[in-house]
T-cell receptor, first 117, second 111 residues
Framework: NAGVMQNPRHLVRRRGQEARLRCSPMKGHSHVYWYRQLPEEGLKFMVYLQKENIIDESGMPKERFSAEFPKEGPSILRIQQVVRGDSAAYFC???????????????FGPGTRLTVT | KQEVTQIPAALSVPEGENLVLNCSFTDSAIYNLQWFRQDPGKGLTSLLLIQSSQREQTSGRLNASLDKSSGRSTLYIAASQPGDSATYLCAATFGNEKLTFGTGTRLTIIP
């Protein structure tokens, strides 16, 4: 069972370009989370998605950032018109169906390191 | 506000010693607490998950405890090895599914 996969692992964009980060959850996992780790800072929650639904986007910047998890294919985190402050490591995590018994363990991918020049 | 704190930010320990890493949280309505390891430039490796109904979990040389009343969790590492050198992160969920992370403890095991 392959782990959480993210690509690309490294991404360089010039200011004003768009960045698209992809995340394929572990097999059987229907919940995806995106976190951001700014240089010398801790990981911060961005968004929580299930298939075709955004459940919690309370950590997403109001502008330029969007996320989706379509019925087919990977989850995508899109950053439009990138700025230098967007340079960070972006991590995706997945967990299985939660049911009613509480949270399950989140498994993290290797991250995408975005550099904005 | 729900916060997770890890002190100290860095710790150096001679090889072979047992050690304890600390994590504190502000909300006793915690669902889960998860300990991770992060190597430089790498992703996060999940070490242990403690659900709110549990007091501790063990995996090999690692033992994690959870005390909701005092708002504390500890990660105990027995017989430390140089390969244990990494940043250790604790993270909690509080009534929702998002993880709130501490800023980590950077552990160095001295050969």
């Amino acid at each position: 069972n392959a782990g959480v996969m993210q690509n690309p692992r490294h991404l360089v964009r010039r200011r004003g370009q768009e960045a698209r980060l992809r995340c394929s959850p572990m097999k059987g996992h229907s919940h995806v989370y995106w976190y951001r780790q700014l240089p010398e800072e801790g990981l911060k929650f961005m968004v929580y998605l299930q298939k075709e639904n955004i459940i919690d986007e309370s950590g997403m910047p109001k502008e330029r950032f969007s996320a989706e998890f379509p019925k087919e294919g990977p989850s995508i985190l899109r950053i439009q018109q990138v700025v230098r402050g967007d340079s960070a490591a972006y991590f995706c995590a997945s967990s299985p169906y939660l049911g009613t018994s509480g949270s399950y363990e989140q498994y993290f991918g290797p991250g995408t390191r975005l550099t904005v020049t | 506000k729900q916060e997770v704190t890890q002190i100290p930010a860095a710790l150096s320990v001679p090889e072979g010693e047992n050690l304890v890493l600390n994590c504190s949280f502000t909300d006793s309505a915690i669902y889960n607490l998860q300990w991770f390891r992060q190597d430089p430039g790498k992703g996060l490796t999940s070490l242990l998950l403690i659900q709110s109904s549990q007091r501790e979990q063990t995996s090999g040389r690692l033992n994690a405890s959870l005390d909701k009343s005092s708002g504390r969790s500890t990660l105990y590492i027995a017989a430390s090895q140089p390969g244990d050198s990494a940043t250790y992160l604790c993270a909690a969920t509080f009534g929702n599914e998002k993880l709130t992370f501490g800023t980590g403890t950077r552990l160095t095991i001295i050969p």
